[in-house]
């Protein structure tokens, strides 16, 4: 049992998990004003919801 667990390759490696990491931060680079845009219309909309909610 023990030999059969130190052979055995399932599961998701670390460099698999540090290609992730690469490529999601890459994209997050590429995509940086597109996302602070979208992030800044999500906030505008969320503050002015909440002040008609009050009002």
Do not use: H, P
């Amino acid at each position: 049992m023990i030999k059969r667990f130190m052979v055995d390759e399932d599961g998701m490696g670390v460099v698999e998990v540090i290609l992730i990491m690469v490529v999601l931060i890459a994209m997050v680079a590429i995509f940086q004003k597109q996302i602070k845009a979208l992030v800044m219309n999500i906030w505008k909309s969320i503050n002015s919801d909440a002040g008609d909610i009050y009002s």
